[in-house]
């Protein structure tokens, strides 16, 4: 059995006290430790966001893993790319630091030339979202739609047809999202300065629960 270090992030302080997608997470780590003779020799769990070009250094976790692999002269496994970063930048930065990052969904052949190649497609992806949301945004406006900005005066629904009408309004939004996770697509909805149904930031049990509404209607 080869040596591995598993790292697993949360990118919220809610999302990491609830455990949501840390377990997920583990879980992958262990079927592909499994599948491909690793013993995990360590854990660390982070809670951050990773946003920014300092975000290693808002990472004490990620650096211990970083050091605790170094020491073994073995890999660090992540279940899932994006949770080093979606950033090639930061990306690029970790591989200067000479420890092998192994990501479960892509494979143990994924070579750092192929890491960077996915972490490019994930960066651009996002991007492109971005540009689609403020279109979404920019047309529901022209319409005379109002979706709302944090505030005071966006308050909760009190009637379920409310609720039923705002949600049909944001589906022009939601569809740009599809192919983001319900936590990314709350980062983006909050980035957008679109309020969450009673108000504030979104987190992704009301981006589900959207969805869920989208797809019943």
């Known amino acids: 059995m080869r040596a591995a ?19 997920a997470q583990r879980e992958a780590i262990a079927r592909f430790a499994a599948t491909e003779g690793f013993e995990i020799q360590g854990e660390h769990i982070e809670v951050e966001t990773g946003k920014g070009i300092d975000a ?20 660090v496994i992540v279940a899932k790319l994006d949770r080093l970063s979606r950033d090639v930048a930061f990306i690029a930065g970790l591989m200067s630091q000479r420890v092998p990052f192994i990501a479960a969904e ?3 052949d994924a070579d750092p030339f192929t890491l960077h190649i996915f972490a490019a497609f994930a960066e ?10 403020r279109s979404a945004l920019a ?4 319409r005379g ?13 009190r009637f379920k047809a409310e609720a039923e009408e705002r949600t049909q309004l944001l589906a022009p939004v939601f569809a740009e999202l599809n192919s983001m996770t319900a936590r990314a697509a709350a980062d983006e909805l909050t980035r957008c300065g679109i309020s969450a149904p009673a108000g504030g930031p979104w987190f992704p049990m009301q981006v589900q629960r959207v ?4 797809a019943a209607a």
Do not use: M, N, V
């Open 211 to 214: 969805r869920k509404r989208l």
């Open 106 to 108: 892509l494979g143990a």
């Open 5 to 23: 270090i598993g790292y697993l992030r949360a990118s919220t302080s809610r999302q990491g006290k609830s455990g949501l997608g840390l377990e």
């Open 124 to 133: 651009k992806e996002r991007r492109l979202i971005s540009a689609r949301t």
């Open 139 to 142: 047309a529901a406006k022209a």
């Open 56 to 75: 290693l250094d808002r990472r004490p976790e990620l650096t211990a893993a970083l050091a605790a692999a170094k020491r073994r002269k073995c890999p």
């Open 145 to 157: 739609q109002q979706l709302g900005r944090f505030g005071a005066e966006h308050l909760a629904p």
